[in-house]
Structure formats: structure tokens, C-alpha cells
């Protein structure tokens, strides 16, 4: 396909998306919210929007059916980063991936006992990564959602989940018990795309740089 296409995660990271596109002139010409389109125009004849669910956006990036896109790093870890450059950091939708426990489960005492813990995420690498590192063994359980409610339906001892402000963990009673890594949004680029179309994509590129910087 000639022109640009950016793959865009739906959800939380989108609002904080949008107005990095409009500093970088790439803004939707309509909002996608709004819309159930799912392929979107842009301010620029020549680029496009396509709306993907978060955990899809660095797989269209990657077989080049996108160009660009923009995914968070929890999502990139994921997926291991094939055929994928990342050149930036764009800043946004900004949290941690934690492990969380209930508040009254001693976690240092059954990680010091040589427990076998059961986690459940929907981050099954960075979590076998994790607990690898430390030499503790744990049971995975793959999530997709409210992975929150594991511990209090006795799902599992613990959790590995993204976390901002901290609300969702308080209102369930739960509590951060280990960092995992900083979480933000990444711009992604097509290795290939980024020599076939390079005097497209390098400018954009620039201009995104330039949008992350006025924002900081
Ligand atoms: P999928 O539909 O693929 O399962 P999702 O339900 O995980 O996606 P969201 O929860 O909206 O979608 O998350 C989209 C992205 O937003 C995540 O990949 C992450 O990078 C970022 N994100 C998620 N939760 C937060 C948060 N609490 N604070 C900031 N950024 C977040
Ligand atoms: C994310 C994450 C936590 C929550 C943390 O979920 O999975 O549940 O945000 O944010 P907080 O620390 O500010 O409370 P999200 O709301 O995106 O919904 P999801 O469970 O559908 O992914």
C-alpha cells in the first residue's frame, strides 16, 4: 500500500494518543472514538489510522500491514519486539507493572519459604521472566482482564497487573509487593518500512520527536 499507515492501541492509551497525532499532523479527521470505523483518515491524504485492540498493534506493525503504530511497552514485551524498531518514547499512558497480594498475605515469607505461588496475568512473559530471575517458582494462570479479582476469588495468591494511581488495587484490598518495570507508550516502526519508505516515514518520525519534547 502506497501512503502511511499508523496503527493506534484502542483503549486507555488512545485519549493520550490523540493529541500527540494533531501536534505531529497526522490528527483523525474524525474522532475515533466515536466512530466504528476502523479505518480512519487523516488530516494528511496520504496517512491513516486503523484502530487495533492494544495487544494486536505491534503484530500489524510488525508484518508491515501498519507502518507505524503505538503500543505500550507491557504490550511490546509480550510480543518480543520481531521485526519491530522503537524509536521512541512517547511519554504517555505512563504506569508499572507490578506484582500485587492481598494486604494481609505475608508474600516475603512464602517467597522466602520456597512456596509454589500461583499468579495469574495476562503478562505471562514478563512474569515467568520475573520470577525466574528471583528463583521462585510459581504456577501461571492467563488472565485477559479485572485480573484484580484473581486473589479474592482464590483464583491465586498474587497478581501481575499494570498499576497508576493505585485505586484499583486499594478498592480490592490488594497491595504492590514487587516492581516489575516502568510502563509507557512506544512509538513502533516496521524494520522493513523504515528503508522502503524511508523519506516518508523519517520526517514523521522527526515530527513525533518534536511532539514528545514540547509536551515534556
Ligand atoms: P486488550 O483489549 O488488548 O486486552 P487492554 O484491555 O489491556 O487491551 P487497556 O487496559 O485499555 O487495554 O490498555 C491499553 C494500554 O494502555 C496498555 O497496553 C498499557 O500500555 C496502557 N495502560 C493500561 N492501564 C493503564 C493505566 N492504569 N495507566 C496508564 N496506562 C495504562
Ligand atoms: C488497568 C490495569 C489496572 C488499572 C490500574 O486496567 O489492568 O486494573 O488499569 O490503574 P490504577 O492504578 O490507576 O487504578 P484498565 O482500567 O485499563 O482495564 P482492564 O482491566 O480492562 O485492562
Known amino acids: 500500500m502506497s501512503g502511511i499507515t499508523i496503527a493506534l492501541s484502542k483503549g486507555r492509551i488512545l485519549d493520550e494518543t490523540l493529541p500527540l497525532l494533531a501536534a505531529a499532523g ?16 487523516t488530516a494528511r491524504p496520504d496517512v491513516r489510522l486503523v484502530i487495533v485492540r492494544a495487544s494486536d498493534t505491534p503484530t500489524y506493525v510488525q508484518y508491515g500491514a501498519a507502518d507505524l503504530g503505538i503500543a505500550g511497552k507491557d ?45 495469574a496475568t495476562k503478562y505471562l512473559r514478563a512474569a515467568r521472566e520475573h520470577f525466574a530471575a528471583k528463583g521462585v517458582h510459581v504456577d501461571l494462570i492467563k488472565l485477559y482482564g479485572s485480573m484484580e479479582l484473581a486473589p479474592l476469588a482464590g483464583l491465586a495468591d498474587a497478581i501481575v497487573d499494570l498499576v497508576s494511581t493505585g ?17 509507557s507508550g512506544r512509538l513502533i516502526v516496521n524494520q522493513a518500512a523504515l528503508k522502503t519508505k524511508r523519506a516518508a516515514l523519517h520526517p514523521l518520525i522527526e515530527r513525533f520527536e518534536a511532539a514528545v519534547a514540547a509536551h515534556a
Not at 504490550?75 to 518514547?89: K, T
Request: aromatic fraction near 6%; charged fraction near 20%.
Open 167 to 183: 485505586n484499583t488495587l486499594r478498592a480490592n484490598r490488594l497491595r504492590v509487593v514487587e516492581e516489575i518495570m516502568p510502563v
Open 26 to 41: 497526522v490528527g483523525p479527521s474524525e474522532a475515533p472514538e466515536d466512530s466504528r470505523q476502523l479505518i480512519v483518515p
Open 75 to 119: 504490550v511490546l514485551y509480550e510480543h518480543g519486539g520481531a521485526g519491530l524498531y522503537q524509536p521512541l518514547d512517547l511519554r504517555i499512558a505512563v504506569c508499572r507493572m507490578m506484582v500485587a497480594a492481598p494486604e494481609g498475605f505475608d508474600y516475603a515469607h512464602a517467597v522466602h519459604q520456597g512456596a509454589r505461588l500461583r499468579v
